[in-house]
């Protein structure tokens, strides 16, 4: 029985915190928080961090569950769910999509936000980043020694991260920098998340099978929690008079979901070789060391780009980065669905091929 204490909630307790982690530390979410300190105190900070957190928690236990049960492996696969993701995320939770065009959605904002960052960050990297880190017997975590490698991935991921204060979607919020708690507690955050990988190591979940990670009462009330919140955000939007743009943003969503289906239906769904599944198996207890190690390596690149900020080069590193991940994200958003469109039509007319030939012989 899926407990909250045990089964497979710890798992999705972490999976919650390293979404929350890989979409909004340090980048999307600080003005608000800053603001309501601000405006509220420092007591509005706590109740803030929890209400976003309960958002990713409750978006990824139903979309990992759902994964889970189609037996999506690919990376397409996963991609176009956390595509599906990404515009949930993004409808019910955020404002920033919504803009008075014909379809009342910023196009570039959207693709942007839930057609390349939360797919690929919050959603793919996340599970495959839970996996490496913590899953299976040799993972970065389990107290082998690191590689060479890995310490320069580390490093290099660390400061690309931090790079992203200086980004113009950032920097623009705090002229004046950001205030030094927002900082720290996004460099703590990897603590919070260490922690809840060892919870979670206490208490494994069960066989995970083609029935899914929740049981069909608990994966109701995550759909009916989020029918909740999508019905006040329709209301409020159509009070606004834009209520195209949940009209819009439904039929896009049926789109991905369509585009998913024929993804995960185009070969046998074996769900034993889920990749989602091998992912939540924590086989080794996370090491302390190696955390320690590697969050000194973040820390070292953070302080390299920190120092480095201060030069006339960065500011010309900080605009060509800002390209490169503009442009990168919107060829994305594109070559995704299109990409898979393609894929699903081929698989189609291959199986018309094969049905063919057997009606033939």
Known sequence: M?????????????????????????VWNAKQMAEAVSTQGPAAFPVLFFAVYFVYFLLLAAFLDIAARHGARRPGELLLLGSLFGIVNEAIFAPVIFAPNVVGVNLLVLAFT??????????????????YLFGGENSLLSGRPIRASEAAAAFAAGFL??????????????????????????????ALIFAFARFAFNNPPR???GAGLLSRTQFAACIG????????????????????????????????????TASVGSRKCEVERSSLRE???????PRFAPFVKLWLIVGASFAACETLSRTPPFAFYSF?????????????AVSLPACALFAALRDRKKARGIAANNISN
């Open 207 to 209: 066989e995970i099978t």
């Open 161 to 190: 991260w931090y790079s992203m204060l200086f980004m113009p979607w950032c920097a623009s919020n705090f002229p004046n920098g950001m205030p030094l708690y927002l900082r720290l507690a996004g460099f703590l955050f990897p």
């Open 225 to 260: 929690a989020l029918s909740f919140f999508a019905l006040f955000k329709f209301k409020t939007l159509t009070a606004a008079g834009n209520a195209r743009a949940a009209v819009f943003l439904l039929l896009l969503g049926a789109f991905y979901w369509l585009l998913f």
């Open 2 to 26: 899926n407990t909250f204490s045990g089964g497979v909630f710890p798992l999705l307790f972490l999976y919650g915190l390293t979404g929350m982690f890989f979409s909004e530390v340090l």
């Open 114 to 131: 839930s057609l390349a960052w939360h797919p690929f960050f919050c959603f793919y990297i996340n599970v495959k980043a839970v996996r």
């Open 279 to 285: 992912s939540l198996k924590i086989k080794t207890l």
């Open 320 to 332: 060509i980065l800002s390209r490169i991940i503009i442009l990168s994200a919107l060829i994305f």
